[in-house]
């Protein structure tokens, strides 16, 4: 019923665009941080921050990572500063902690949606026997997870305060998803990833999990595949024999 190989036991979701669709609320976020960074830096000549530029390299990423790989493909450096820079402060801190207020006010003014396809999809996993865990490199996992009504489903959570206090390397490196495995006592070889991110699904093929589902919402099908998705569905329904 899940569309799952036979010899998977567990799942791990990303969140944002996967579960919920506040994805393009942190794109928003994003693309407001940046381009206000850059407007100050360059003038109203600047060159603004893409969707190409997110899907590339913010998406899926923990915020200083995408913060540090945007600014590099701008032949940017900025000083990394500290977890307690205050936001907007000229660092790589400073520039991801004015994203995060940004997102935490936007989430608060227009609330969590979850995907319906994916609520069925999380009710015949749990009815499945499957395990759930949710992997995001979100440092607001458990406050869109509670927004949405979905902290019921989910047995483990490993989010961007899990990566900083336990010094995870994020995605693309599957440091995260493994330990979303750890959590739940399974091998990954008998878990599904399950990703919207190019970044988030190229960690699932690097840490051999037993199968990677590509979720298609940005129009990047192709993408996903080529970065090792066994799999790819516009919606997370799609992988349900009774739909």
């Not at 915020?63 to 977890?83: H, M, N």
């Amino acid at each position: 019923m899940t569309g799952l190989p036979e010899t998977i036991t567990a799942c791990l979701f990303d969140l944002d665009g996967v579960l919920t669709g506040t994805a393009v609320l942190h794109r928003e976020a994003w693309k407001r941080t940046f381009d206000e960074f850059l407007r100050t830096r360059d003038g109203d000549g600047f060159r603004e921050f893409t969707d190409a530029d997110y899907a590339t390299f913010v998406d899926g990423r923990p915020r200083a990572d995408g913060v540090r790989e945007f600014l590099k493909s701008r032949d940017i450096e900025l000083p990394e500063g500290t977890p307690d820079d205050p936001a907007g402060a000229p660092t790589v801190n400073g520039v991801g902690n004015l994203k995060n207020e940004l997102v935490l006010k936007i989430i608060d003014e227009r609330g969590v949606s979850p995907y319906p396809g994916s609520i069925r999809y999380l009710e015949a996993v749990k009815a499945a026997g499957l395990r759930i865990a949710v992997v995001t490199s979100s440092a607001n996992g458990a406050k869109v997870l509670d927004a949405g009504d979905l902290s019921k489903y989910v047995e483990a959570r490993v989010d961007g305060l899990t990566i900083r206090e336990r010094n995870l390397k994020g995605k693309p490196a599957p440091d995260s998803f493994l330990e979303g495995a750890r959590e739940l006592g399974v091998e990954p070889a008998h878990a599904a990833v399950f990703e919207d991110a190019q970044s988030g699904v190229q960690a699932g093929k690097a840490g051999n999990f037993g199968y990677v589902v590509g979720v298609n919402r940005a129009d990047q099908a192709a993408e996903l595949k080529a970065h090792g998705a066994d799999v790819v569905v516009d919606d997370l329904a799609e992988l349900l024999e009774d739909r």
